[in-house]
């Protein structure tokens, strides 16, 4: 492609993100409504997407990286793409995986834990690009727990192949797909002999690359979600999610219910003596929108914390209280942090490829080859 195509096709991906950004930003109602209509076939996502990636990141990252607040979108206004570097990073040719599910410690290959982990990662259906993307994040970040040394049972990390997290025999990929295994199989093997060994990059270093399913109209950062030391997961605006199913969702509790989810907290010394309309208190939201902290019982508790606690979608949530029970009202699906699956497939249907894709989820990080 040229570069004036690719200016031109730049200009129009632009176009169509802004209008989009506007009218999430300008039209809420509506976009409430949209998420409200997918929001009924949400209970039919699949474990993967629920839990897309949630990982605690250990402390050994870079402390210079860039900061959140320079960031901007590194592709959608015409800027070129940062140079591929060299991957520098140590070479090995396998992964060992710890299945918790079996009880099993396996060793894989490189490319078949890249195959593995697409199948249970993101739909077969979405664009080729996103497929990519999605596969270059799972190398980088799986290779950043691999060179952290921090063992699981012996292992570099966990999976549960029996629910299809991480890893998944191929056995199972072909009782699950039947008749359709090979032509599935093939798409992802292409998909993994194409990027494998590709990968996010910080000062030389493999990056933590964190993913999650869907956003809440922006992506978070690191910092307000797991504190310091992955200043280089900045927040972006990501406003095609908002048209996804599943962004939008609602869960209802009783007080008795808050009570008794609180009450796994047995650190915290919550104080449910007050009217409990009153319960929930002072709720500081972060700029992307996600919960940074909340009082609950006069208990200071982070939106992450929250969010697990009640076992949410989101930290992204508005809170109201009606004849004794709270509605939670939730947008995005995940922790927030670096790149939203659904948010590349819209961008790759928008006609962006894979490395536009990562460049804009991961400003300030470089990819190697």
């Not at 962004?247 to 009783?254: K, N, Q, W």
Request: hydrophobic letters at 35%; proline letters at 4%; glycine letters at 8%.
């Amino acid at each position: 492609m040229s570069n004036k195509t690719r200016g031109t096709h730049f200009k129009r991906l632009l176009l169509s993100f802004l209008v989009l950004y506007t009218a999430y930003s300008l039209i809420p109602t509506a976009v409430y409504a949209i998420g409200q209509m997918g929001s009924s076939d949400a209970s039919t996502k699949t474990n993967r997407e629920a839990s897309a990636s949630e990982p605690e990141p250990y402390s050994r990252a870079p402390q210079d990286s860039p900061s959140p607040e320079n960031s901007s979108p590194a592709f959608l206004d015409g800027r070129r793409l940062p140079a591929p570097v060299s991957n520098t990073a140590s070479k090995n040719s396998f992964f060992t995986v710890y299945d918790a599910g079996t009880k099993q410690l396996l060793k894989v290959s490189e490319q078949e834990f890249l195959v593995s982990a697409l199948a249970c990662e993101m739909d077969l259906s979405a664009p080729e690009e996103a497929l990519k993307a999605q596969a270059v994040v799972i190398y980088t970040l799986y290779s950043y727990k691999r060179a952290s040394g921090e063992k699981v049972n012996g292992a570099d990390f966990a999976c549960d192949s029996e629910s299809w997290l991480v890893y998944v025999p191929k056995e199972a990929m072909q009782e699950r797909w039947g008749e359709n295994f090979e032509e599935y199989y093939a798409v992802l093997e292409a998909i993994a002999e194409d990027v494998c060994g590709q990968q996010l990059m910080i000062n030389g270093r493999t990056a933590c690359a964190t993913y999650f399913a869907i956003s809440a109209g922006n992506t978070e950062t690191a910092e307000n979600v797991w504190g310091p030391g992955l200043a280089y997961l900045q927040a972006v605006a990501s406003p095609g999610d908002a048209f996804c199913d599943g962004y939008l969702s609602e869960a209802v509790f009783s007080a008795d219910e808050i009570r008794d989810a609180a009450g796994q907290l047995a650190e915290k010394n919550f104080d449910f003596s007050g009217p409990e309309e009153d319960w929930f208190q002072n709720q500081e939201r972060s700029p992307s929108g996600y919960t940074k902290s909340i009082q609950l019982g006069g208990v200071t508790l982070t939106g992450a914390e929250l969010r697990s606690m009640l076992s949410l979608r989101s930290a992204c949530l508005e809170i109201s209280y009606a004849d004794g029970s709270y509605t939670f009202t939730v947008r995005g699906w995940g922790h927030g942090v670096g790149m939203s699956q659904a948010g590349a497939v819209f961008l790759a249907r928008q006609g962006a490829d894979y490395r536009e894709i990562l460049n804009y989820y991961y400003p300030g990080l470089s990819l190697s080859i």
